[in-house]
């Protein structure tokens, strides 16, 4: 397979970047406000790639349009930029890999949180911080997480699936979508919310896709035919999404009990004997799987996008609750 050549934007584009902060492209417009080439396939794939260096750019669900939610100050651009280097890369290779081992190398299912648990990015106490309620009665002085960790999330998430994007695009992983099931169990008086990983190719993953292609086409009132793995959504339209996907969930596995679906990212390994030789690369040139934790704190230490949400006192206070591997408390009060 030919190596992909990265083409560097131009700085006129990145000016340019400024002016369309807030807008909806598709991705001819997009490439004629900033002077760029179209391109197709993965070409265009490393195109929006290079760009997401410089601001914050997500497709809207059911749409092929993109919308500019924010163009980075240089600080950002110059951590992402060295983030994008091969050794950085080859950290979280190293790291899927060890997950693949300690799996019995059996495919993952993983979840956005659960993908930047399995790079030690954040700790248990990271989706407490979803829940403005629960951190007030864990320390009231602590709500301002709620906040910051939109934020925060959206950050690493962006980062790590572009990292997971190159292991695919090299063939060195495989990635695919699936759907994971919730439903409620009863265990000594608790009601407790698990869930079931669903088999791709089965019949109850047609059942599933049936019941988000359902919920879409409610969402935006047409017939929905577009990818199943959406985009962004305004936060007011995933609420509504996500309350029409539990409706059709319900009705479709009534007998079952689910009440909700998710999608999931599934991740397939490659050889034993090609994983060992990238474990053994890693310790030889890099050191510690761990330098990962440490760029992610520096990640939220130094982005200009907390700005408005935090201080620089709860920064670091909010990295020590929820990114460190011992933190001063765990919300969960069942840990140790």
């Known amino acids: ?17 400024k002016e369309l902060s807030g807008k909806e492209l598709n991705y001819q417009q997009l490439c004629r406000e900033l002077g760029l080439v179209p391109k197709t396939s993965n070409s265009k794939n490393a195109q929006l790639a290079e760009l997401q260096k410089y601001c914050e750019l997500e497709r809207i669900a059911g749409t092929q349009r993109y919308f500019i939610k924010q163009v980075y100050d240089a600080d950002i651009v110059d951590l992402n930029t060295y983030l994008d280097t091969p050794e950085m890369q080859l950290l979280f290779d190293a790291s ?10 059996k495919p993952m299912y993983l979840s956005n949180t659960e993908m930047l648990h399995l790079f030690k990015e954040i700790n248990d106490n990271f989706s407490y911080t979803f829940n403005p309620r629960a951190l007030a009665t864990i320390n009231r002085n602590f709500v301002y997480m709620a906040d910051m960790s939109k934020i925060v999330y959206r950050i690493l998430h962006q980062w790590t699936r572009r990292k997971i994007d190159s292991m695919d695009n090299r063939g060195i992983v495989l990635k695919g979508s699936g759907f994971r099931a ?23 993953e047609k059942r599933c896709q049936r019941v988000w292609v359902a919920a879409l086409s409610e969402l935006y009132d047409t017939n929905y035919v577009g990818n199943l793995d959406i985009g962004w959504m305004p936060e ?8 029409l996907i539990a409706k059709h969930t319900k009705a ?43 760029e992610a704190k520096r990640k939220v230490l130094m982005t200009s996008q907390l700005d408005a949400v935090c201080t620089n006192t709860q920064r670091q206070e909010f990295i020590d609750y929820n990114m460190t591997p011992n933190p001063p408390k765990w919300f969960n009060e069942s840990k140790d």
């Not at 919730?182 to 109850?204: A, H, L, M, R």
């Not at 007011?236 to 309350?243: D, G, H, M, S, V």
């Not at 990238?278 to 440490?294: H, K, W």
């Open 1 to 17: 397979m030919p190596k992909k050549i990265k083409e560097p934007i131009p700085d006129a584009a990145i000016i340019k970047l």
């Open 96 to 105: 899927v890999f060890q997950a693949f081992k300690e799996n019995s190398n």
């Open 182 to 204: 919730y439903y409620k169990k009863e265990i000594d008086g608790i009601v407790y919310t698990v869930y079931q990983n669903i088999e791709p190719n089965s019949d109850v």
């Open 236 to 243: 007011n339209k995933w609420l509504e999404f996500e309350a």
């Open 252 to 294: 479709e596995f009534e007998k079952e009990g689910y009440d909700r679906i998710r999608r999931v990212m599934i991740l397939r390994p490659m050889k034993d004997e090609d994983m060992e030789k990238m474990m053994a690369a890693v310790q030889e040139r890099i050191g510690q799987l761990g330098l990962i934790n440490a």
